[in-house]
């Protein structure tokens, strides 16, 4: 896997999450291949690691933890993941459970933790700035297809205003990798997902500006990105020189909309 190709190298320079990819990645080809014992050890591992697991691995040890009646094991993982943010309807299914009763008189104290060390309206803003860039993609890729017009200005100024945001937010509080947020609880699901910070990344890429190109390797060994994302986003840029949004936006233009 392309993770691992990248172990030694992060290795080697003393990165945090190194070790835990590869062993996270065994846990999950684990899982699907029901091999729930194995998929325990691998996350065990994994989580000593690091003092900050990433939420969706929570997640999943935690159905791992279900499926290999390790109780104990089950109950520190609703802990953590409690701590990190995910809401008591989270846990609902599992009221039968040995250990709920005492979880559900602790849980004030859980969210009291998560308000304390993390920063909730990063996470809500972070949410909100992932959301408005999925709308403003949608939205482009139906002017690119002509299901929808938009005027040049209207490209120009939708894909700089999330970049600017995101400027904004990254100056004030740094990249809002999950130490600082803390974890994505997904209501619809009723899951706990990685954030889609990777995605708003590349767009802003393929939208001219490049960004955190020195700074990419601390964050992916801070937790922030996946490894892969290390070389894949020294491949990624526009349709243009990458000189901006205004630009690019206009090689755009000009290439789908050529007689106007």
Same mark, same amino acid.
């Given at each position: ?115 304390? /060390? %993390?920063?909730?309206? +990063? ?7 992932? @959301? *408005?860039?999925? $709308? ?91 490894? /892969? %994302?290390?070389?894949? +986003? ?7 020189? @990458? *000189?901006?949004? $205004? ?14």
């Amino acid at each position: 896997m392309t993770t691992l190709i990248f172990t030694a190298k992060l290795l080697a320079q003393n990165c945090e999450y190194a070790e835990y990819y590869p062993l996270v990645e065994r846990a999950y080809k684990n899982y699907s291949d029901k091999k729930y014992e194995d998929a325990k050890k691998n996350l065990r591992l994994a989580f000593t690691k690091t003092d900050h697991p990433l939420g969706a691995d929570l997640h999943l040890a935690f159905s791992v933890a279900l499926k290999a009646k390790d109780t104990r094991w089950a109950e520190q993982i609703a802990i953590r993941l409690a701590k990190g943010g995910i809401p008591l309807r989270y846990f609902r299914y599992y009221k039968k459970s040995s250990w709920y009763e005492q979880f559900n008189a602790d849980f004030q104290t859980y969210s009291d933790y998560y308000n304390a /060390n %993390y920063n909730p309206k +990063l996470r809500d803003d972070l949410l909100d700035l992932i @959301s *408005r860039d999925k $709308e403003f993609n949608s939205n482009y890729h139906d002017w690119r297809t002509r299901k929808i017009e938009l005027s040049l200005d209207e490209l120009i100024n939708g894909a700089s205003k999330i970049i600017s945001d995101f400027k904004q937010m990254t100056d004030k509080y740094g990249f809002p990798n999950e130490r600082l947020t803390g974890y994505n609880y997904v209501r619809r699901k009723n899951s706990v997902e990685y954030y889609n910070t990777d995605v708003l990344i590349i767009h802003i890429y393929q939208r001219g500006v490049i960004i955190f190109e020195d700074e990419i390797h601390d964050i992916v060994c801070e937790g922030g990105l996946h490894p /892969n %994302y290390e070389e894949t +986003l020294k491949k990624i840029r526009g349709f243009g020189n @990458s *000189r901006g949004v $205004e630009q690019e936006m206009k090689v755009r233009y000009k290439m789908y909309r050529p007689a106007e």
